[in-house]
């Protein structure tokens, strides 16, 4: 006998094949050292996922001294997260904050603005949130939206994101000059594994808030969202905030080499010795290397980054 499926039918079991279960970071290195008994099962883990779980636990606690450190000598510190959608973001984010005394340590990840924002300066909202002393703020996407988002999907006037362009580089030099220190990440995905991260949110439970009708738009417009890039660093990479471009294809790698990047432009009491915090020039770009590169491409778009 045959047995028909319908299409919902054959898309769950799709669905169930792609689902893997994934071990809690840190589960691997935890038990490490754990010997056999009558209630424990053996599971078999990549050797890099514990070098991985090694190495973000050292850098974490790194964090923590910095942290101790900043409550101490009253240290202000920004560090802004941009990159096109499913770049590792967030998750970069979770990984720095997760040991971090949440009342020091603040994320920002603003929604679209109301109708009063609308009718303010545009980096009123943002201001307000920016760090007293002692603490550590994280914009998940920032004043930045105005340069990429919001031009390409239409939610600002050209004239808006040319003024903004030109205002930005005068912003982030007042911030600088009063002693905040500014770190900007630019995480650079590429398509094909952009486009693998949005179909793992279709399967996956633990992801689906992440999806956005604007995820197929953002493969769509993809070689809009370079030309944009493109001008926002030309516009916006100064000394004074540079741009520090993660290539964050591979998602740990850029989460570890963006927290060596920041501990090691941090001074702070019992700091690791400066090798163990040199982050892979393979990994972290400067804005500058970034825009040639770009240039060096232009006219051939399937070698840019994203």
Known sequence: MVTIMSKKQKED????????????????????????????????????????EMELKKLQIELMKLQSHMKESGQRVVAIFEGRDAAGKGGTIKRFIEHLNPRTARVVALTKPNETEQTQWYFQRYTSRLPSAGELVFFDRSWYNRAMVEPIMGFCTDEQNKRFLKDVPMVEELLVKDGIKLFKFYFSVSKNIQKERFDSRKTDLLKQYKLSPIDNLAQKYWDQYSVRKFQMLSETNRTLAPWTIIRSDDKKLARINCMKFLLSNMTYEDKLPDEELLPDPAIIISGIDELKHMEDNIMSPNKLHG
């Open 13 to 52: 079991k799709a669905a169930k094949k792609t689902e893997a279960i994934i071990l809690a970071e840190g589960t691997a290195l935890a038990n490490v050292d754990q010997k056999k008994g009558k209630d424990k099962t053996a599971i078999w883990v990549k050797t890099t996922q514990l070098s991985y």
